[in-house]
């Protein structure tokens, strides 16, 4: 069993230039196998790429950084997108104090040659209306920006589509594509890319031609998840999901389809929140998982 590391490759972490290449996050699919098994595993399975673990990567002596990349490199692989610790929705004082501590975790990405970053768009607010919302959140992705295209690294930013998440809370915010290519284009950084996930671009009722809309650096990762059957659209829960393919219920092929159409480059991974992976053996999670990317791509 084993994926594949990119569209038009057979090569693990050497797809061609114009192809995506598959990335392992063992965190989004609740394993927790350490950096050097996640590399094997990686190796084995046919991915092109390992998510950065930003604790992990933190606690490495700096002179080491290097060859934690080279490690990788070594095995034909690549970093995909790391995460952001930074709460754009946390009050001032959180917001200050996390902002103070992320040149330090900037340099340490830049450091291990991690490329790209990313966060998440909070999609609603029970004290902070829309308006509000949206311009808080220009300055404060702005801030963020500085430091991490300041340390070369690429800014993700990814809107949450579930109608059972959104609507909980008095002032629904950023939940849609249209939605975030407007924060974008308030932010008016390059640098600032979106995070695609087929779960919220299917709950939020989008088309592969919605995709097509976008260019090839617009996008810094993607994810790749299928939907549990049974729901209705505006009935789907954002922790509960499936491997790409396993349900048929997501459009995944008019969806890498637009990827393909606009030339996206980027890592792909798998965030699926499902009880049923996680409760198997971590070999077998990341072998379904492969073969699920494999199927689909």
């Known amino acids: ?32 196998p350490g ?18 673990d930003g604790r ?60 790209r970053a990313g966060t998440w768009i909070r999609p609603m607010s029970d004290a902070v209306t829309y308006r509000r919302n949206f311009a808080r959140h220009v300055e404060r992705v702005g801030l963020v920006d500085e430091i ?23 002032y629904p915010f950023v939940h849609t594509l249209a939605e975030a290519r407007e924060l974008l284009a308030a932010v008016g950084s390059s640098n ?15 088309t592969a031609d919605d995709l097509r809309g976008l260019t090839a650096d617009q996008v810094v990762a993607v994810d790749l998840n299928d939907a549990p059957v049974g729901r209705e659209r505006d009935e789907q829960i954002d922790g509960q999901r ?9 459009d995944l092929a008019g969806f890498v389809g637009a990827l393909r159409d606009i030339g996206y480059a980027g890592p792909i991974k798998v965030e699926p929140f499902n009880a049923e992976l996680r409760a198997l053996p971590v070999r077998d999670v990341v072998a379904k998982t492969a073969d699920s990317l494999s199927s689909v791509l």
């Open 1 to 32: 069993m084993g994926g594949t590391s990119a569209t038009t490759s057979t090569t693990p972490g050497t797809p061609a230039s114009d192809a995506f290449f598959t990335s392992l996050n063992p965190g989004a699919l609740g394993i927790s």
């Open 35 to 52: 950096f050097e098994a996640a590399v094997e595993l990686a190796g084995e399975f046919g991915f092109g790429a390992v998510d950065p």
């Open 56 to 115: 992990y990567l933190g606690e490495q002596p700096e002179a080491e950084l290097s060859k934690v990349g080279e490690r990788l490199e070594s095995a034909g692989l690549r970093w995909g997108s790391g995460g952001v610790p930074v709460d754009l929705t946390g009050d001032a004082a959180k917001f200050a104090e996390q902002l103070s501590g992320l040149p330090a975790y900037a340099a340490t990405l830049a450091a291990a040659g991690v490329e």
């Open 148 to 170: 991490l295209s300041g340390a070369g690294i690429r800014f993700g930013l990814e809107y949450v589509g579930p109608k059972t998440f959104w609507s909980t809370e008095l």
């Open 192 to 206: 600032v890319g979106l995070i695609l996930d087929t779960f919220h671009w299917y709950t939020a009722g989008e």
């Open 242 to 250: 499936t491997l790409p393919g396993a349900t048929g219920v997501i």
